[in-house]
């Protein structure tokens, strides 16, 4: 009955590799985000998907590529992986439009566990 | 830009004390605020919300205040236990912006 759910949790690898980190999330809701966690705890937004169309690309590397195949996906593929990627990155989702009240907006933002990331 | 300040940290104390996390922010508009607890190796998990000025969100004895004139959303716990050692987050989200942005964390850990 998990809500958002990331894999791997663990992610080791070598310098210039490619990886891929898959979400998914059973709530059904329309918008699905990733976030960075940095050793030192700070988080920052990468990239947002509402319905599977990109709405939020900041300013990270082409290097990561997000990929949305459906409302309830959203990988993420990393290309010549660098050992400043390594991080805790965070998927998260939330119900942006309510067709009952088209004027809701802040809906809470529901996290997954978490893929450890770290490149040697 | 947006933007959320909060106490760095770390903080110790003994179980049953009083708990203050001073968070203040900066926005353009009007923006809904967040507190979200990190566990040791686990993901976020939202603790209380407020959506405009003057409301008090509140969930599991944790208490915060929305307050507009001071720009501020600070977190309070009347007595802390061994389990509520955790990362504490305050964010702050714009009306028509999808994103939170987020404080630096505070590390709490609380002492039996």
């Known amino acids: 009955d998990t809500a958002v759910s990331q894999t791997p949790k663990y992610l080791v690898t070598q310098m210039g590799n490619d990886k891929s980190i898959k979400c998914e999330q059973n709530?059904?809701?329309?918008?699905m985000y990733w976030y960075k966690q940095d050793s030192k705890k700070f988080l920052k937004i990468m990239f947002s998907?509402?319905?599977?169309?990109?709405?939020i690309n900041e300013t990270v590397p082409n290097r990561f590529s997000p990929k949305s195949p459906d409302k309830a996906h959203l990988n993420l593929h990393i290309n010549s992986l660098e050992l400043g990627d390594s991080a805790v990155y965070f998927c998260?989702?939330?119900?942006?439009?309510?067709?009952?009240?088209?004027?809701?907006?802040?809906?809470?933002?529901?996290f997954g566990p978490g893929t450890r990331l770290l490149v040697l | 830009g947006n933007s959320v300040t909060q106490m760095e940290g770390p903080v110790t104390l003994s179980e049953e004390a009083f708990l203050t996390i001073n968070c203040t922010y900066t926005?353009?508009?009007?923006?809904?605020l967040f507190w979200y607890v990190q566990y040791p190796g686990e993901g976020l998990q939202l603790l209380l919300k407020?959506?405009?000025?003057?409301d008090k969100g509140s969930n599991k004895g944790f208490e915060a205040t929305y307050r507009k004139e001071t720009t501020s959303f600070h977190l309070e716990k009347g007595s802390v236990q061994v389990s509520d050692s955790a990362v504490y987050f305050c964010?702050?989200?714009?009306?028509?912006?999808?994103?939170?942005?987020f404080g630096k964390g505070t590390l709490l850990t609380v002492n039996p």
């Open positions: 926005a353009t508009g009007y923006p809904s």
């Open positions: 998260a989702s939330s119900q942006e439009f309510v067709e009952t009240d088209p004027y809701r907006y802040q809906e809470t933002q529901y």
């Open positions: 964010a702050l989200r714009e009306s028509s912006n999808y994103k939170l942005t």
């Open positions: 998907y509402n319905n599977k169309e990109l709405i």
């Open positions: 407020a959506t405009k000025a003057d």
């Open positions: 709530l059904g809701h329309d918008t």
